[in-house]
Each structure stands twice: as structure tokens, then as C-alpha cells.
Nanobody
């Protein structure tokens, strides 16, 4: 089992930045690929970014590329999502997820088997 706890969400204005964090406990953090997904109200969960277990490979959704950065600190068992130039359409509940090492790194929520409780990001225009 891996327990994930997100933090860092909140209310910001368009153009502002936020950094989400996700602290993991349980099974060795470095054995897992990590990802961020988000869910808009009434819509399905969508992929945002993923990072391989060793931090050497990252993938981003097209709509966040160049604005968001995923990173991880295996010594602190934490994954981060730095979000810059936030837009109103980025407002959603953001979820951290952990899954087994895969090659290639997965963008599918079906391949991540541990999830956090989510953190709300609200962006005002």
C-alpha cells in the first residue's frame, strides 16, 4: 500500500502560480512512477503530468506543457507540480497518483493504483 496526501491547492488569480505537493508513505516511493491528474466538476479525470520512478522521464498533457513542471524528491518521498501562468480553465481538483514502473511512462489513470484525496485549485479571472 502507498498512502498519498496532496497539499498546496487554493484560490489564485489568473496568471499566478501554485505548487502542489504530494507526500507518500508506505511502500518505497522510488519504486513507483508518479502522476498528477485533474478533474473538472462534472467531467472525467484527465492526465496532467507524469514522472518516472527515477525522475529521468516526464510527460505532460499538451494543455499544460510549458506552464507546469512535475518533479520528485525521492529522499523526501514527495512529488511536486509547479503550476505557472494559471488559467481559469486550470481550476479543478488535482489528484496525485502512484503506479508501478512502466516503460513507456503511462498517461492512463487505469495504470496508477494508488491515489490521494485530491486538492482543489481555483483560478479567478
Amino acid at each position: 500500500q502507498v498512502q498519498l496526501v496532496e497539499a498546496g491547492g487554493g484560490l489564485v488569480q489568473a496568471g499566478d502560480s501554485l505548487r502542489l505537493s504530494c507526500a507518500a508513505s508506505g511502500r518505497p516511493f522510488s519504486n513507483h512512477d508518479m502522476a498528477w491528474f485533474r478533474q473538472h466538476l462534472g467531467k472525467e479525470r484527465e492526465f496532467v503530468a507524469a514522472i518516472a520512478w527515477n525522475g529521468l522521464v516526464t510527460y505532460y498533457a499538451v494543455f499544460v506543457k510549458g506552464r507546469f513542471t512535475i518533479s520528485r524528491d525521492n529522499a523526501k518521498n514527495t512529488v511536486y507540480l509547479q503550476m505557472n501562468s494559471l488559467k481559469p480553465e486550470d481550476a479543478a481538483v488535482y489528484y496525485c497518483a502512484a503506479g508501478p514502473k512502466r516503460v513507456p511512462l503511462s498517461r492512463s489513470d487505469k495504470e496508477y493504483n494508488y491515489w490521494g484525496q485530491g486538492t482543489q485549485v481555483t483560478v479567478s479571472s
